[in-house]
């Protein structure tokens, strides 16, 4: 959906929804800046535009003391069928609004920050599955490995088989309760940190919407926010059910549900060569590890 808004007493746009959160965040527009999309039937400020429910939250927590004051919105003329956004708003200059005092310009660079699913996905992948090596090493558990010839329905049956032994039972309370340990530990690192060894791998960062750093209590919650909500408890099928969610969440609005109730910011950016080369070969460790503990 594209947005236009009114700029310094002109129409300005289109914009993306992502691009208005930024120009919100800089001060560039604030929460009583008119806005109009194809499906209004006319302007509105910003914060009473339903689409834009998560970027309202935000600019109201940044910036309190905006006027209430809503500015007077011309008509909307009729549009030309030249193109999907060519007279949609008319040609007229839409009314000033003025910048709130202390609002910070938009960055020079005018980048539009990119939601990367994949990447906190793999971040957090590694985690888990850092977790889930070391238990193993403190486990009787014995995974089977293939022999030669045998084939994938015989190495899955002798694994079945295996995780019916006590011994399966006991290493799957240890990982539950390893796995609760654990998010104890990532909040910790985030509030010292704003990264997990995950994380720092995929070169992610948490932090508050201001930049600054989690408090451990903030921190906390997200982790086990995350912990319920977005991987349900590492248990099929609820981890698919969560991630699934998360996915369309982040590309719909550009934050998951907990950081936007939590106030934080995620910063992911794109991975170079080197930091693919160096998730390949974290990853590969972990099997490596494995591997050696039931050889």
Same mark, same amino acid.
């Given at each position: 959906? /594209?947005?236009?808004?009114?700029?310094?007493?002109?129409?300005?746009?289109?914009?993306?929804?992502?691009?208005?959160?930024?120009?919100?965040?800089?001060?560039?527009?604030?929460?009583?800046?008119?806005?109009?999309?194809?499906?209004?039937?006319?302007?509105?400020?910003?914060?009473?535009?339903?689409?834009?429910?998560?970027?309202?939250?935000?600019?109201?927590?940044?910036?309190?003391?905006?006027?209430?004051?809503?500015? +007077?919105?011309?008509?909307?003329?009729?549009?030309?069928? +030249?193109?999907?956004h060519a007279g949609e708003i008319g040609d007229a200059p839409l009314p000033s609004t003025r910048l709130a005092a202390g609002h910070l310009a938009i960055p020079p660079n005018g980048e539009v920050p990119r939601a990367r699913p994949f990447i906190r996905f793999w971040a957090r992948m590694f985690d888990y599955t850092a977790v889930s090596v070391l238990i193993f090493h403190l486990s009787d558990v014995a995974a089977p490995q293939p022999l030669p010839g045998e084939s994938f329905i015989d190495v899955f049956n002798r694994y079945m088989e295996e995780m019916q032994k006590p011994e399966?039972?006991?290493?799957?309370?240890?990982?539950?309760?390893?796995?609760?340990?654990?998010?104890?530990?990532?909040?910790?690192?985030?509030?010292?940190?704003?990264?997990?060894?995950?994380?720092?791998?995929?070169?992610?960062?948490?932090?508050t919407e201001n930049g600054e750093v989690v408090p451990l209590k903030t921190a906390l919650g997200r982790s086990f926010y995350v912990y319920v909500m977005g991987v349900g408890f590492y248990q099929f099928p609820l981890i698919l059910i969560g991630?699934?969610?998360?996915?369309?969440?982040?590309?719909?609005?550009?934050?998951?549900?907990? /950081?936007?109730?939590l106030k934080i910011r995620v910063e992911n950016p794109p991975l170079g060569p080197l930091r693919i080369g160096l998730a390949i070969g974290a990853f590969f460790t972990l099997l490596l590890l494995q591997s050696v503990t039931f050889s």
């Open positions: 959906m /594209d947005f236009y808004l009114s700029i310094d007493g002109l129409k300005k746009g289109p914009y993306s929804i992502f691009k208005v959160g930024e120009l919100l965040e800089s001060g560039e527009v604030t929460a009583e800046t008119l806005a109009w999309h194809r499906d209004l039937a006319e302007w509105q400020p910003l914060r009473d535009v339903p689409a834009l429910e998560m970027l309202r939250e935000r600019s109201k927590a940044r910036h309190p003391e905006e006027s209430a004051e809503r500015p +007077v919105p011309p008509p909307i003329p009729e549009p030309e069928a +030249v193109n999907p399966a039972a006991v290493f799957a309370r240890t990982l539950f309760f390893g796995l609760i340990g654990w998010h104890f530990i990532e909040a910790v690192l985030i509030h010292l940190f704003g990264t997990t060894p995950g994380k720092a791998i995929f070169g992610v960062k948490v932090k991630m699934i969610f998360s996915y369309f969440r982040i590309q719909s609005t550009g934050n998951c549900l907990w /950081d936007q109730h």
